[in-house]
């Protein structure tokens, strides 16, 4: 998890400039051109996050119901409904598992269930997952050895929700592997706690540790993020389902930095601090944001966000 701070002090000096012109949708319609402040009118999706050198996702609809995100090196994100709601979301692909900035050589996929409670609110995710590995290439003779099994988990996620303001209060996460011939068992958990300003996600604290039969242990890994200094235009998230960007949030272990997105405006200051240390010092970074004429925003820690109309 150390690495998660080399990767950040890097974002701290990183900016990004992306030219698009005349962009089209998978349909040949027009998007949203990031150069200009016309903007769209009336209903509208987030379509794609680019960078100057990458196109971070693609997000394609069914009807109204975003159904299907593209990411990067070839991964698909299916997203499936029981009426209005998720009910299961399937990854298949490559992720930034220690979040350092680069994708895993590791595949990975994996099947998320979501159970509602009475009153509609998600309180529950059911993950199975898969990770594959493979003997690299060694150019130029050897091609790339087969995709092999290399770990298989099942993981619990519980949503509690705080009974005045009713927004998410608190995950608590449950993991572990399944082994051949083995009982399965959870063997460590997380904590993540949310505090807010206004509607806004202002502190979110994770803490990790070990557990056995069935208790939770003591944590030895804790980390604090903070989102400061909100504007008041509109977070480009706040088009996508709110089960979705907890998904998101919750595809690797340590991607709280993106607790943000869950916010209906957005942060021009992040921090991220290793609680553990004698002396907690966090690793700050921050943004200008551009917007388009319908104060949506448009381009922020070196992500544009192209838009298209519903």
Excluded at 128 to 157: D, E, I, M, Q
Aim: with cysteine.
């Amino acid at each position: 998890m150390r690495r998660l701070f080399y990767f950040l002090l890097l974002l701290v000096s990183v900016s990004a400039v992306h030219s698009c012109k005349d962009l089209l949708d998978e349909d040949g319609n027009p998007l949203l051109d990031i150069n200009e402040n016309s903007g769209l009118n009336g209903a509208r999706a987030l379509y794609r996050e680019i960078t100057d050198s990458d196109t971070l996702a693609t997000y394609y609809y069914n009807g109204l119901q975003m159904a299907k995100v593209t990411s990067r090196k070839a991964s698909v994100t299916d997203v499936q409904y029981s009426g209005n709601k998720i009910s299961r979301v399937t990854f298949k692909g490559f992720l930034d598992a220690d979040n350092d900035g680069t994708l895993d050589v590791d595949s990975t996929s994996y099947e998320q269930q979501f159970t509602y409670g009475a009153t509609g609110r998600l309180e529950s995710i059911s993950e199975n997952r898969l990770v594959y590995n493979r003997t690299p290439a060694v150019p130029p003779t050897t091609p790339a050895g087969p995709w092999v099994l290399l770990r298989k988990s099942k993981t619990l996620y519980k949503l509690t929700y705080s009974s005045t303001t009713a927004k998410l209060a608190k995950i608590v996460m449950e993991t572990g592997d399944e082994d051949p011939g083995v009982q399965f068992a959870y063997t460590n958990f997380s904590e993540t706690t949310y505090e807010y300003a206004g509607d806004n996600v202002s502190k979110v604290v994770r803490g990790y540790g070990p557990m056995s039969g069935g208790v939770h242990g003591t944590v030895n890994t804790k980390y604090g993020y903070e989102f400061s200094n909100y504007d008041a235009q509109i977070n480009p998230y706040t088009l996508l389902p709110i089960e979705y960007k907890i998904s998101r949030i919750l595809s690797t272990e340590q991607n709280d930095l993106d607790s943000w997105i869950l916010s209906p405006n957005s942060p021009t200051r992040k921090s991220i601090t290793d609680l553990m240390q004698l002396v907690p010092v966090p690793v700050v970074i921050s943004t200008n944001y551009n917007y388009d004429a319908q104060t949506y925003m448009s381009k922020g820690y070196g992500i544009n966000y192209i838009y298209k109309p519903l």
